[in-house]
């Protein structure tokens, strides 16, 4: 049971790192993202091309971090410009449009690139099946590592929004935009570095969980859909919410998939999300409408 | 040498027409009034002064240089503190970064620490929380805020868009108090009250603003004892 609930732990950083792009997005520019899954996965196609290219067969991914942080941030920066700067702030509902049809764009764009094959990197038996084991419960090294690093983004991002200027701004801006703009805030500059950041921590996800899932062009579907739950669990627009929302469908997951079977983990995320949003409608952390 | 110079600006929101050829000038050190019932347009002239509302026509010169052409976000970094109808402060911000946020910009960011050790032994109580969100202030206290905020910008300019509204009189009177310091340190200020009295008694100049037109403009005493405007506005 213990193990169960580490394993669930360890992944639901990972979660937890997707939940928090999402939910930065969504704070800073009132969006909901409908294809960070999507950006996911072009994070874990950057892996998969980049090892291939760059990579000696059987080592480990990791080092690419770097490269797939930068591309990534570039890439997000570019789909803010060409297509989701044209809807913030404009209309209540047409981002959901926007995003949803960004999704299936990416989806099917990747897929007529790397075909619809499920491919993966070549890591080494001894890092894909390695683990270390602490008073008899074992940690799988693929796992341990991607819930350290994604803690260390996690870490990076409240830094960087409660003690940097860039940081302030973003908050500002998400919370009046006009007095934002007056204390000399340039509101596009935030909303690309929002996106492109919102864009790395999907990527590095991605990156984070290519030893452990296959890649395909349909893969984000899950993450954006577990993503999505971690937010509305945590409560809307709040990064400790997404992280602990995070955690928490990783341990529900894991449990009801070890327990039962893995098809109907999906349903008992879902039904975790309904009870939670019964007893706390605005999520664990959100403190619903502010009124005035 | 006058820093603002407002030219037959006219202005409104899509087919509302707001304002109608208005004229307004600040010269350097002075504090100017700008006074007028509710819906007057005072707070649409300044927006047009911030950048929120483009003017249709007309032209708003700052220190020579068009401003209706700047983007918004660069009043700011050009000298122009506005503190907006409703005080504007970021209620789920900590003081601390509502006041650091004060020296966004590259004016007055290499000079932040200095501008907050000014601006928190101006507003003692400032200090004392630093690290609780802004929204948890008295209604008076965020206006010492938005005010320390602004300071905190270095302004040529400091734009007050109704300072006393939704405070008691007593709490007015502190921050009408801590203007006139500001005033006698020489800053450049722009003032909009309804309340007349309080407004032309720490101006040099007033205008008068009665639904988009510019009815009157002089110096505050000769304002102050004008008995159309006693009559309109003070009842007399
Ligand atoms: N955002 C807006 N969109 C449309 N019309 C507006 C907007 N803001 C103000 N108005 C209208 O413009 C006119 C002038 O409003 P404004 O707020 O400038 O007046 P004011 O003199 O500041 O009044 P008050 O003393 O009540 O603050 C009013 O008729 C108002 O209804
Ligand atoms: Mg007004």
């Given at each position: 049971?213990?193990?169960?609930i580490?394993?669930?732990?360890?992944?639901?950083?990972?979660?937890?790192?997707?939940?928090?792009?999402?939910?930065?997005?969504?704070?800073?520019?009132?969006?909901?993202n409908?294809?960070?899954?999507?950006?996911?996965?072009?994070?874990?196609?950057?892996?998969?091309?980049?090892?291939?290219?760059?990579?000696?067969?059987?080592?480990?991914?990791y080092?690419?971090?770097v490269?797939?942080?930068?591309?990534?941030?570039?890439?997000?920066?570019?789909?803010?410009?060409?297509?989701?700067?044209?809807?913030?702030?404009?209309?209540?509902?047409?981002?959901?449009?926007?995003?949803?049809?960004?999704?299936?764009?990416?989806r099917?764009?990747?897929?007529?690139?790397?075909?619809s094959?499920?491919?993966?990197?070549?890591?080494?038996?001894?890092?894909?099946?390695?683990?270390?084991?602490?008073?008899?419960?074992?940690?799988?090294?693929?796992?341990?590592?991607?819930?350290?690093?994604?803690?260390?983004?996690?870490?990076?991002?409240?830094?960087?929004?409660?003690?940097?200027?860039?940081?302030?701004?973003?908050?500002?801006t998400?919370?009046?935009?006009?007095?934002?703009?007056?204390l000399?805030?340039?509101?596009?500059?935030?909303?690309?570095?929002?996106?492109?950041?919102?864009?790395?921590?999907?990527?590095?996800?991605?990156?984070?969980?290519?030893?452990?899932?296959?890649?395909?062009?349909?893969?984000?579907?899950?993450?954006?859909?577990?993503?999505?739950?971690?937010?509305?669990?945590?409560?809307?627009?709040?990064?400790?919410?997404?992280?602990?929302?995070?955690?928490?469908?990783?341990?529900?997951?894991?449990?009801?998939?070890?327990y039962?079977?893995?098809?109907?983990?999906?349903?008992?995320?879902?039904?975790?999300?309904?009870?939670?949003?019964?007893?706390?409608?605005?999520?664990?952390?959100?403190?619903?409408?502010?009124?005035? | 040498?006058?820093?603002?110079?407002?030219?037959?600006?006219?202005?409104?929101?899509?087919?509302?027409?707001?304002?109608?050829?208005?004229?307004?000038?600040?010269?350097?050190?002075?504090?100017?009034?700008?006074?007028?019932?509710?819906?007057?347009?005072?707070?649409?002239?300044?927006?047009?002064?911030?950048?929120?509302?483009?003017?249709?026509?007309?032209?708003?010169?700052?220190?020579?240089?068009?401003?209706?052409?700047?983007?918004?976000?660069?009043?700011?970094?050009?000298?122009?503190?506005?503190?907006?109808?409703?005080?504007?402060?970021l209620?789920?911000?900590?003081?601390?970064?509502?006041?650091?946020?004060?020296?966004?910009?590259?004016?007055?960011?290499?000079?932040?620490?200095?501008?907050?050790?000014?601006?928190?032994?101006?507003?003692?109580?400032?200090?004392?929380?630093?690290?609780?969100?802004?929204?948890?202030?008295?209604?008076?206290?965020?206006?010492?805020?938005?005010?320390?905020?602004?300071?905190?910008?270095a302004?040529?300019?400091?734009?007050?868009?109704?300072?006393?509204?939704?405070?008691?009189?007593?709490?007015?009177?502190?921050?009408?108090?801590?203007?006139?310091?500001?005033?006698?340190?020489?800053?450049?200020?722009?003032?909009?009250?309804?309340?007349?009295?309080?407004?032309?008694?720490?101006?040099?100049?007033?205008?008068?603003?009665?639904?988009?037109?510019?009815?009157?403009?002089?110096?505050?005493?000769?304002?102050l004892?004008?008995?159309?405007?006693?009559?309109?506005?003070?009842?007399?």
């Open positions: 049971m213990i193990q169960v580490i394993n669930g732990l360890l992944i639901g950083a990972v979660y937890s790192l997707i939940a928090v792009g999402l939910t930065m997005i969504h704070g800073v520019m009132k969006i909901v409908f294809a960070q899954g999507e950006l996911l996965m072009v994070g874990m196609y950057v892996t998969y091309v980049l090892y291939g290219a760059f990579v000696a067969e059987g080592s480990a991914p080092f690419l971090i490269p797939v942080c930068i591309i990534m941030f570039l890439f997000g920066a570019l789909v803010f410009k060409v297509s989701v700067s044209h809807v913030v702030g404009k209309s209540e509902t047409s981002y959901i449009i926007l995003t949803i049809g960004m999704s299936y764009l990416l099917y764009g990747f897929q007529m690139i790397f075909g094959n499920y491919q993966s990197i070549p890591v080494s038996e001894s890092l894909k099946f390695g683990s270390i084991t602490i008073g008899g419960i074992v940690f799988t090294t693929t796992r341990l590592i991607a819930f350290f690093a994604a803690l260390i983004f996690t870490i990076f991002v409240n830094y960087l929004l409660s003690s940097t200027d860039i940081g302030r701004a973003m908050r500002a998400s919370e009046n935009k006009t007095v934002a703009t007056s000399g805030v340039n509101a596009k500059i935030v909303y690309i570095v929002a996106f492109g950041l919102g864009t790395v921590f999907a990527g590095v996800s991605g990156l984070l969980v290519t030893p452990l899932y296959m890649i395909y062009p349909s893969v984000g579907a899950v993450f954006s859909t577990i993503a999505m739950s971690a937010m509305v669990l945590g409560g809307l627009g709040n990064i400790k919410g997404a992280m602990i929302g995070g955690m928490i469908i990783g341990v529900v997951e894991a449990l009801s998939s070890t039962l079977t893995t098809n109907v983990s999906q349903i008992f995320i879902n039904l975790v999300l309904i009870l939670i949003l019964i007893f706390k409608p605005y999520g664990l952390f959100g403190k619903g409408v502010r009124i005035a | 040498m006058n820093m603002l110079k407002m030219d037959k600006v006219c202005a409104g929101y899509g087919d509302l027409k707001v304002l109608f050829d208005i004229s307004l000038e600040i010269n350097e050190g002075e504090v100017v009034a700008l006074v007028g019932s509710n819906g007057a347009g005072k707070t649409t002239l300044l927006r047009t002064i911030s950048g929120e509302v483009i003017p249709t026509s007309g032209s708003i010169k700052w220190l020579g240089m068009e401003l209706t052409k700047l983007p918004e976000n660069k009043r700011a970094v050009n000298g122009i503190a506005h503190i907006p109808q409703g005080r504007g402060i209620a789920s911000l900590s003081i601390k970064d509502n006041l650091l946020l004060g020296t966004y910009t590259k004016r007055t960011k290499p000079r932040r620490a200095e501008l907050l050790e000014n601006a928190l032994q101006m507003f003692p109580i400032l200090k004392e929380r630093l690290n609780f969100p802004a929204g948890s202030l008295s209604g008076g206290q965020q206006q010492m805020l938005a005010i320390a905020r602004a300071m905190m910008m302004p040529k300019l400091l734009i007050l868009d109704e300072p006393s509204l939704g405070l008691a009189p007593v709490v007015v009177d502190d921050v009408y108090r801590i203007l006139d310091v500001m005033k006698r340190q020489g800053s450049s200020m722009l003032v909009i009250e309804q309340n007349l009295t309080k407004a032309l008694s720490i101006s040099d100049r007033g205008y008068v603003l009665e639904t988009g037109h510019m009815q009157m403009t002089g110096p505050s005493k000769e304002l004892n004008n008995k159309d405007i006693q009559k309109a506005y003070l009842g007399i």
